[in-house]
């Protein structure tokens, strides 16, 4: 089986980005796994610290090992937005691929520090694993939020991001290129989109050469994406759509047999639901690999 650093380098020579989707139950897990296999194309799983402490790191690890063997198709795991070296080490150990440690709260002095000692310690538990450090505001919840999103602020400039890349010794880089978590009601709606500042990732990765993950990609318009990944985007995350899709067709499942008990009765029409949403997204992120591949 490949390693996430090799697949990156692949996807970066086609062109294309890896999708990045966040579970916090086997339902979304399922989805994930089932699209990516459907498509066959690589894909990574990503948990949260609170998606984490909800299922179990171990347990997570397991899942996904279990569907990675089952499948073959490369499914990676991803310690999403780790805020303490403790959590980040528990990630570690359990085997996951990749961590974001995130300490961008911080000021960048205490970001670069900490995480320079953090990029140490969690490769001598694991040389192969790779370390996410992120810069810039993007906001935290993936959740739907009542004010607009004001995403012109804290923007990275290349010349920080170029400084804070070598100080650390960061393998992978997370921006703030016009993203941010979570969405607006009338982004859910589709009345509004989110765009990105495309020549600001083209020169944030002229400038540090490291692979790129855009965060906070839920509610983006389709032809920003498509911009954004040819200007050096190597991994997108999306979370924000896939919790859309699980409440409302959770709702939708309930309401249609009120008197169901039976969770493997009530449970498929979600998967398939989120299922749908990941598709769409990962012919999006891979287009430009299926059409080369033709
Ligand atoms: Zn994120």
């Known amino acids: 089986m490949q390693t996430l650093r090799e697949v990156l380098e692949q996807s970066q020579q086609r062109g294309v980005a890896i999708g990045h989707f966040n579970i916090s139950d086997l339902i979304l897990l399922k989805a994930v796994a089932a699209a990516a296999r459907e498509l066959d194309v690589p894909v990574i799983v990503g948990a949260s610290q609170g998606e984490r402490d909800f299922m179990g790191v171990r347990e997570i690890a397991a899942l996904v090992k279990s569907l990675r063997e089952e499948s073959g198709v490369p499914i990676f795991l991803n ?13 570690a150990r359990a085997g ?9 709260a911080l000021p960048i002095e205490e970001n670069v520090r900490q995480t320079k000692e953090a990029v140490a310690a969690l490769k001598a538990i694991n040389p192969g694993i790779l370390i996410e450090g992120e810069i810039g505001d993007i906001g935290t919840g993936s959740e739907i939020h009542e004010t607009v999103i004001d995403t012109s602020k804290g923007l990275t400039t290349p010349e920080e991001a170029k400084q804070y890349v070598a100080a650390t010794g960061v393998d992978i880089l997370a921006p703030a290129v016009g993203n941010m978590h979570g969405m607006s009601a009338s982004m ?35 032809d920003d994406f498509r ?6 985007i190597n991994i997108v995350h999306i979370n924000t759509e896939l919790r859309v899709a699980w409440r409302q067709s959770l709702e939708a499942s309930l309401a249609k047999h009120p ?36």
């Open 188 to 222: 859910v709606h589709g009345e509004t989109r989110k765009h990105l500042d495309i020549q600001r990732i083209a020169e944030i990765k002229k400038a540090t050469g490291v692979p790129i993950t855009l965060h906070g990609g839920s509610g983006t318009d389709d």
């Open 227 to 232: 911009k954004a990944i040819a200007a050096g």
């Open 79 to 91: 310690a999403d937005h780790t805020h303490s070296l403790a959590k980040a080490e528990e990630a």
């Open 96 to 104: 996951f691929d990749a961590i974001v440690f995130d300490l961008s």
């Open 259 to 294: 008197n169901e008990v039976v969770p493997y009765k009530i449970l498929p029409p979600v998967i398939e639901a989120v299922k749908e949403v990941v598709l769409s997204r990962l012919k999006l992120f891979n287009s430009v690999g299926l059409v080369a591949a033709r």
